[in-house]
């Protein structure tokens, strides 16, 4: 079945940069995008950005630009989110999540477990 | 960004008893030219990612129970849950996917048993 594992929890300093993963397996990963969600402790979903698993295209939010690198590895079939210059409202639980359809970048499904990251100093 | 807005932030329900959730878009996401609602219904639990329940604003996901619809178009969506169960207490989140590299979510409606 369709999966998407991410690596474990983070603990950052301000400033610091931190890389999550997301293993992915149960289906052809170049076929299928791949997106970055997170969610603030007790708050809302937030979309972070979307790479095509097939050639590397990135579309970042504007609030993330320049902070944040989306990249994959088709060897490992992983996908990775490194966020930089971290800050206290950094701290969420971070989740990577398919684009349902082959091609298509709609509503996400699957979602990865979620990886939380706390930044404290 | 579209701003999705839903209604109530939390309410409580009966066990049996039909439960409605409100979410409305600023501007529409009813795409002409194939007549589709660019809108998603998620159902999230207590330290698990977000489900998906329902997409093009009334199919309902596969092995979703048939308690759980959508409704609406344009601006103004509903999810219903047509006999409150136990196993529903949850957050529920609406996701507006017009604009497809600029995805945003409701803000969440929690959903209790009273």
């Known amino acids: 079945q369709v999966q998407l594992v991410q690596s474990g929890p983070e603990v950052k300093k301000p400033g610091a940069s931190v890389k999550v993963s997301c293993k992915a397996s149960?289906?052809?990963?170049?076929?299928?995008?791949i997106n970055w969600v997170r969610q603030a402790p007790g708050q809302g979903l937030e979309w972070m950005g979307w790479i095509s698993a097939d050639n590397d295209n990135t579309n970042y939010a504007p609030k993330f630009q320049g902070r944040v690198t989306m990249t994959t590895d088709t060897s490992t079939t992983t996908a990775y989110m490194e966020l930089r210059s971290l800050r206290s409202d950094d701290t969420a639980i971070y989740y990577c999540?398919?684009?349902?359809?082959?091609?298509?970048?709609?509503?996400?499904?699957?979602w990865g477990q979620g990886t939380l990251v706390t930044v404290s100093s | 960004d579209i701003v999705m807005t839903q209604s109530p932030d939390s309410l409580a329900v009966s066990l049996g008893e039909r439960a409605t959730i409100n979410c409305k878009s600023s501007q529409s996401v009813l795409y002409r030219s194939n007549n589709k609602n660019y809108l998603a219904w998620f159902q999230q639990k207590p330290r698990q990612p977000p489900k998906l329940l329902i997409y093009w604003a009334s199919t309902r996901e596969s092995g979703v129970p048939d308690r759980f619809s959508g409704n609406g178009s344009g601006t103004d969506f509903t999810l219903t849950i047509s006999s409150l169960q136990a196993e529903d207490v949850a957050v529920y989140f609406c996701?507006?996917?017009?604009?497809?590299?600029?995805?945003?979510f409701g803000g969440g409606t929690k959903v209790n048993i009273k």
């Open positions: 149960g289906y052809p990963f170049t076929r299928y995008g």
């Open positions: 996701q507006q996917y017009y604009t497809a590299f600029s995805l945003t």
């Open positions: 999540a398919r684009d349902p359809i082959a091609g298509m970048h709609l509503w996400l499904d699957p």
